[in-house]
Nanobody
Framework: QVQLQESGGGLVQAGGSLRLSCAAS????????WGWYRQAPGKQRDLVAT???????IYSEAVKGRFAISRDNNKNTLYLQMNSLKPEDTAVYYC?????????WGKGILVTVSA
């Protein structure tokens, strides 16, 4: 069982930056199976960023060029650097780990971007 804990969310003005962190309670062996999702009010949960099979980051079109996913393998921590934030980035952000198809989710953290 892996528990995921997000941190770093909050309220920021448009154009600002935030960095989200996701700390795992256990060693993450399948390091490409981490990712960030988000769910805006009244909408479905969508992928924001993850790693491809070649280890390179994959981003949704909505955040490409503004967000950056990274990880610290020694700390079992995943990050999401969010720059040039827009009001439409307002959502609950979730950390996801999916080894061999098993889904682990954090509780989510709210990011609110004011205009």
């Amino acid at each position: 069982q892996v528990q995921l804990q997000e941190s770093g969310g909050g309220l920021v003005q448009a154009g600002g930056s935030l960095r989200l962190s996701c700390a795992a309670s256990a060693t993450i062996f399948r390091r490409l199976d981490w990712g960030w999702y988000r769910q805006a009010p009244g909408k479905q949960r969508d992928l924001v960023a993850t790693f491809g099979s070649d280890g390179n980051p994959i981003y949704s079109e909505a955040v490409k060029g503004r967000f950056a996913i990274s990880r610290d393998n020694n700390k079992n921590t995943l990050y999401l650097q969010m720059n040039s934030l827009k009001p439409e980035d307002t959502a609950v952000y979730y950390c996801n780990y999916r080894p061999f198809g098993v889904q682990y989710w954090g509780k989510g953290i709210l990011v609110t971007v004011s205009a």
